[in-house]
């Protein structure tokens, strides 16, 4: 399947959350997200939602369609995308505001709600488990994104 076709997605159990892996001071959002995808010669953003620094909710790619945002679960997920995630080096940081987590947990609910039997992870946590020990370690992740640990917030702030 190639990337410059927007196909329909069949069927929904994940909801993955990304970063875009930009500095705190880079108020980036959907536009320029597209650009950078389209650079890449994909159709559109690989994303379906974007959250900006100051918690606006942005639209990306069609929510009915299959995404560009994780290898080998595009056909079953959603992206969201939270922007910031890199420190001023490019490393990894948990640098996103108050008011992004606050739309994040908005939006887990509103798309639980329509997609009852998703599971809610962070892109690192669809990394291989390598060892085959049902435990994705930090050894093992292919990348760092979303720069937090989604497991542990959720049991904080629970998708109402
Ligand atoms: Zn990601």
Redesign the pocket.
Known sequence: MTNNTLTKRKRTSLL????S?TRRDQDIGALQITQWHQQRGWATIGYHYVIRRNGTLETGRDEACVGA??AGHNAESI?I?LVGGVDMLGKPENNFTAAQFETLHGLLGELRSRYPATRIV???DLSPDRNGDNHVTPNEWL?A??SFDVGAWLMLNPPR
């Open positions: 993955v959350v990304h970063c892996a945002h994780v992206g995308c962070g892109h690192r990348k994104c979303p």
